[in-house]
């Protein structure tokens, strides 16, 4: 079926009663009562035709792994005997289908030796349910003559935690009562060692509200804080899923729990007498709520994946109300707990009845972790180079295991080399660091990946990394460097051209000769440049990189040379003359001028983070710097452009450069965002990250043209359209708390401007 969600986790429900009478439990004290006309225990059949239609279900949807989690009820009054069948049954059938991942939730009453044997056989893993200290524990979970069950759950834990059965211990599930003092109950549950700890909202709707002693507006969220306090000031000791699940979604990543964030749904329960349901919990909502009419007798799992209940619940972000779509909070809240919605009037089309607590968590934990979970490389440029210096380095380990010997012995050789240069020096740093070694790496993994022949062989560019780096770090070692396409290009430094070349001869030597001179030797034919700093020698075919040097102009490389350069969405301009040179020199010194004294500190940015200028044939049609497929530092600045659009084009250019530097190494937004928003300069909604990137450049350019005295210009710097764009973006719930520093960033920016 077309977008049918295939069912990874099964709730097997061995047996239907059970040995406490907990009075929070939704099985047997909350609307839904049909445990009565249900057998007790699991039939044979029901078994063996559940496993059946799981493995005919994994094998149709290629699933690599399922979970079956057997439940009830007490799922150990099922007895060893039972059990092991449906370990047996299971494992049969979803052998050579897809992994069989088995786990048991229980009180731990039943749990003995002779049960964990046979689960260390099969692998179960277990989890308890216990809800803290003996006073909170008896507050709930008592056997139905009010004795306490703390001290025999206690036993269970400690059984588990033996050396022959603590692989299996899985965790201890809480079930959140704010009447207990929350530091008592968590420091219970660590103490007993658990492998993870799950704290569980207890479960109501809006029909039968929760607990709130005194009537207090966020008992549970104050409850839950308290606890991530303590938890956070011993170094989170245990991993405590509902904590970690919100600094997931805060930080970009996924739900780590079905009662939070906008994952679909991939469960389906079998009960006793084999009926196929819905998620257990919806029994807290009214008689029948997680009935589907469908049974592992009659029906596949697909006819229940298609069924509108589980659909409903598969739909993530269109699946929850309209006010919490609107939510800033909701990608890491998804609405909460499906069965937490349900009103009578409006079903489960509504917020969550733990929503202001909710909201309070995800907002509180967020507060408290904002500055730690930050990515250091939003406000620290030093970080952000280290950071893109680090992922050039991993695309270039990358495409040398990908190549796994088929570069050939000119590619081991350079490597070697590479890694010799690396023990013995930093020279290979600013080679690397080059923005069109990245266009360079990127092309030459794609087309490894896809079976392509590369642009050039992909051992002689790497030669002449090591050749730059050796001649930069004025090294005492050769290089043999192949020709391509019969020059002799060197990143950062320059190319010889094909006359300079020894006919003949299809490779040559590279030697450093110091202060950045070098000597290329083929054949019997031998060329020197004094370095990268010294004239052009273009009759004897030299064309080296050269450097801005007009006044006020920052340090930077004009590279006209570079054969991987080609990376912009604009034709490269052809290479300039001395005179043309001379031109854009005095042409970026006035655009320099309009940058400092308009907005200084956004001036001294792009000065610090621009390394390389290549100029282009023709404009981009918004007019901005063009940022190509390269790394970062470098800019693609048209040769039309007056003072003042190159100005523009500098500042907004590398805004854009800059920010994509950033998502390249920060989560500043989620990927799996589903949101589309309306501004005001775009004739249809746009996702975050093209929100995002307006307004990083829309904020500059305000600046810039308020700093010029213009700043009610129409067009990219209107402050009033960008104003309203921060505040919508500042709403989404896409951001993370990186994307959020960031924006904070921009209101400082606009504000110092227009205000400053």
């Given at each position: 079926m077309t977008g049918l969600i295939a069912f990874r986790e099964i709730v097997l429900k061995v047996h239907s009663r059970c040995d406490l009478a907990c009075d929070h439990c939704y099985v047997y004290e909350h609307a839904d009562q049909s445990w009565r006309a249900r057998p007790k225990v699991i039939s044979e059949e029901a078994?063996?035709?559940?496993?059946?239609?799981?493995?005919?279900?994994?094998?149709?949807?290629?699933?690599?792994?399922?979970?079956?989690?057997?439940?009830?009820?007490?799922?150990?009054?099922?007895?060893?005997?039972?059990?092991?069948?449906?370990?047996?049954?299971?494992?049969?059938?979803?052998?050579?289908?897809?992994?069989?991942?088995?786990?048991?939730?229980?009180?731990?009453?039943?749990?003995?030796?002779?049960?964990?044997?046979?689960?260390?056989?099969?692998?179960?893993?277990?989890?308890?349910?216990?809800?803290?200290?003996?006073?909170?524990?008896?507050?709930?979970?008592?056997?139905?003559?009010?004795?306490?069950?703390?001290?025999?759950?206690?036993?269970?834990?400690?059984?588990?935690?033996?050396?022959?059965?603590?692989?299996?211990?899985?965790?201890?599930?809480?079930?959140?009562?704010?009447?207990?003092?929350?530091?008592?109950?968590h420091d219970a549950?660590?103490?007993?060692?658990?492998?993870?700890?799950?704290?569980?909202?207890?479960?109501?709707?809006?029909?039968?509200?929760?607990?709130?002693?005194?009537?207090?507006?966020?008992?549970?969220?104050?409850?839950?804080?308290?606890?991530?306090?303590?938890?956070?000031?011993?170094?989170?000791?245990?991993?405590?899923?509902?904590?970690?699940?919100?600094?997931?979604?805060?930080?970009?990543?996924?739900?780590?729990?079905?009662?939070?964030?906008?994952?679909?749904?991939?469960?389906?329960?079998?009960?006793?007498?084999?009926?196929?349901?819905?998620?257990?919990?919806?029994?807290?909502?009214?008689?029948?709520?997680?009935?589907?009419?469908?049974?592992?007798?009659?029906?596949?799992?697909?006819?229940?994946?298609?069924?509108?209940?589980?659909?409903?619940?598969?739909?993530?972000?269109?699946?929850?109300?309209?006010?919490?779509?609107?939510?800033?909070?909701?990608?890491?809240?998804?609405?909460?707990?499906?069965?937490?919605?349900?009103?009578?009037?409006?079903?489960?089309?509504?917020?969550?009845?733990?929503?202001?607590?909710?909201?309070?968590?995800i907002e509180g934990i967020e507060a408290r972790t904002m500055r730690t979970v930050t990515a250091a490389e939003v406000s620290d440029p030093a970080e952000l180079a280290a950071s893109q210096q680090e992922l050039t380095s991993t695309l270039l380990a990358q495409l040398h295991s990908d190549l796994d010997g088929r570069g050939g012995d000119e590619w081991d050789r350079a490597w070697a080399l590479l890694g010799e240069i690396e023990q013995s020096s930093d020279a290979l740093d600013p080679v690397l660091d080059h923005p069109y070694t990245r266009s360079w790496l990127l092309g030459t993994l794609e087309a490894v990946r896809e079976g392509r022949s590369c642009e050039a062989d992909p051992a002689g560019q790497l030669a002449a990394v090591a050749a730059a780096a050796v001649v930069g770090g004025e090294l005492d070692l050769t290089v043999r460097v192949p020709y391509q396409d019969g020059r002799l290009s060197l990143p950062t430094l320059g190319r010889l051209l094909p006359a300079a070349t020894a006919a003949g001869q299809t490779w040559a030597e590279v030697r450093a000769t110091g202060e950045g001179g070098f000597v290329v030797r083929s054949g019997r034919r031998e060329w020197r440049t004094g370095g990268p700093g010294g004239p052009d020698d273009e009759a004897a075919g030299w064309q080296r990189v050269r450097r801005l040097t007009a006044e006020g102009v920052p340090q930077l490389a004009l590279d006209d040379v570079d054969p991987y350069r080609d990376c912009f969405s604009m034709p490269l301009h052809r290479r300039l003359g001395a005179r043309q040179v001379a031109d854009w020199q005095a042409k970026l010194a006035r655009a320099w001028a309009l940058l400092g004294a308009a907005v200084p500190e956004l001036a001294r940015a792009a000065a610090a983070g621009l390394t390389t200028l290549t100029p282009l044939e023709k404009e981009e049609p918004d007019g901005v710097g063009s940022v190509g497929r390269h790394g970062p530092g470098a800019l693609g600045i048209a040769m039309s452009y007056s003072a003042d659009a190159t100005a523009l084009a500098l500042l907004a250019g590398y805004r854009r450069a800059r920010l994509r530097a950033l998502t390249e190494v920060a989560d500043l937004y989620a990927l799996d965002a589903e949101w589309l928003h309306e501004v005001p300069w775009r004739e249809r909604p746009v996702p975050v990250s093209r929100l995002l990137a307006d307004v990083y450049e829309r904020v500059a350019v305000a600046a810039y043209r308020a700093g010029r005295a213009d700043a009610g210009a129409s067009g990219n710097g209107s402050l009033d359209d960008t104003r309203r764009a921060m505040e919508r973006l500042g709403g989404a719930a896409e951001l993370t708390s990186s994307g959020k520093s960031l924006l904070a960033g921009l209101w400082s920016e606009l504000e110092e401007a227009t205000h400053g």
């Amino acid at each position: 079926m077309t977008g049918l969600i295939a069912f990874r986790e099964i709730v097997l429900k061995v047996h239907s009663r059970c040995d406490l009478a907990c009075d929070h439990c939704y099985v047997y004290e909350h609307a839904d009562q049909s445990w009565r006309a249900r057998p007790k225990v699991i039939s044979e059949e029901a078994i063996s035709r559940t496993a059946s239609r799981l493995a005919e279900h994994a094998g149709a949807h290629s699933l690599p792994s399922v979970t079956v989690i057997l439940h009830g009820g007490e799922p150990l009054l099922a007895g060893p005997a039972r059990l092991r069948l449906v370990c047996e049954e299971f494992t049969r059938a979803l052998d050579g289908v897809a992994a069989l991942d088995l786990r048991i939730h229980t009180n731990g009453l039943q749990l003995s030796s002779r049960v964990l044997d046979l689960f260390v056989e099969y692998g179960v893993k277990v989890g308890i349910s216990l809800d803290g200290d003996r006073a909170a524990n008896d507050r709930h979970r008592r056997f139905a003559d009010g004795r306490s069950s703390h001290p025999l759950v206690l036993r269970a834990v400690d059984l588990l935690r033996e050396e022959r059965y603590r692989h299996l211990y899985l965790g201890l599930l809480c079930t959140v009562d704010v009447a207990n003092d929350p530091l008592a109950v968590h420091d219970a549950l660590t103490a007993l060692g658990p492998p993870r700890i799950d704290y569980l909202l207890p479960h109501a709707t809006w029909q039968t509200p929760p607990a709130r002693p005194d009537g207090a507006g966020t008992p549970y969220a104050d409850w839950l804080l308290r606890i991530f306090d303590h938890w956070d000031r011993q170094g989170r000791p245990v991993p405590v899923r509902l904590f970690s699940s919100v600094l997931s979604t805060l930080a970009g990543g996924a739900s780590l729990t079905e009662s939070l964030g906008l994952a679909p749904t991939d469960l389906v329960v079998v009960e006793t007498d084999g009926t196929l349901e819905q998620v257990d919990s919806l029994k807290s909502a009214y008689e029948g709520a997680a009935a589907t009419g469908f049974d592992v007798f009659s029906h596949s799992f697909d006819q229940v994946a298609a069924h509108p209940g589980v659909r409903a619940r598969q739909l993530g972000l269109a699946g929850v109300s309209k006010e919490c779509r609107e939510c800033p909070v909701v990608r890491s809240c998804g609405g909460g707990l499906y069965t937490h919605r349900y009103k009578p009037e409006s079903g489960f089309d509504n917020p969550s009845v733990y929503c202001a607590d909710l909201q309070a968590l995800i907002e509180g934990i967020e507060a408290r972790t904002m500055r730690t979970v930050t990515a250091a490389e939003v406000s620290d440029p030093a970080e952000l180079a280290a950071s893109q210096q680090e992922l050039t380095s991993t695309l270039l380990a990358q495409l040398h295991s990908d190549l796994d010997g088929r570069g050939g012995d000119e590619w081991d050789r350079a490597w070697a080399l590479l890694g010799e240069i690396e023990q013995s020096s930093d020279a290979l740093d600013p080679v690397l660091d080059h923005p069109y070694t990245r266009s360079w790496l990127l092309g030459t993994l794609e087309a490894v990946r896809e079976g392509r022949s590369c642009e050039a062989d992909p051992a002689g560019q790497l030669a002449a990394v090591a050749a730059a780096a050796v001649v930069g770090g004025e090294l005492d070692l050769t290089v043999r460097v192949p020709y391509q396409d019969g020059r002799l290009s060197l990143p950062t430094l320059g190319r010889l051209l094909p006359a300079a070349t020894a006919a003949g001869q299809t490779w040559a030597e590279v030697r450093a000769t110091g202060e950045g001179g070098f000597v290329v030797r083929s054949g019997r034919r031998e060329w020197r440049t004094g370095g990268p700093g010294g004239p052009d020698d273009e009759a004897a075919g030299w064309q080296r990189v050269r450097r801005l040097t007009a006044e006020g102009v920052p340090q930077l490389a004009l590279d006209d040379v570079d054969p991987y350069r080609d990376c912009f969405s604009m034709p490269l301009h052809r290479r300039l003359g001395a005179r043309q040179v001379a031109d854009w020199q005095a042409k970026l010194a006035r655009a320099w001028a309009l940058l400092g004294a308009a907005v200084p500190e956004l001036a001294r940015a792009a000065a610090a983070g621009l390394t390389t200028l290549t100029p282009l044939e023709k404009e981009e049609p918004d007019g901005v710097g063009s940022v190509g497929r390269h790394g970062p530092g470098a800019l693609g600045i048209a040769m039309s452009y007056s003072a003042d659009a190159t100005a523009l084009a500098l500042l907004a250019g590398y805004r854009r450069a800059r920010l994509r530097a950033l998502t390249e190494v920060a989560d500043l937004y989620a990927l799996d965002a589903e949101w589309l928003h309306e501004v005001p300069w775009r004739e249809r909604p746009v996702p975050v990250s093209r929100l995002l990137a307006d307004v990083y450049e829309r904020v500059a350019v305000a600046a810039y043209r308020a700093g010029r005295a213009d700043a009610g210009a129409s067009g990219n710097g209107s402050l009033d359209d960008t104003r309203r764009a921060m505040e919508r973006l500042g709403g989404a719930a896409e951001l993370t708390s990186s994307g959020k520093s960031l924006l904070a960033g921009l209101w400082s920016e606009l504000e110092e401007a227009t205000h400053g």
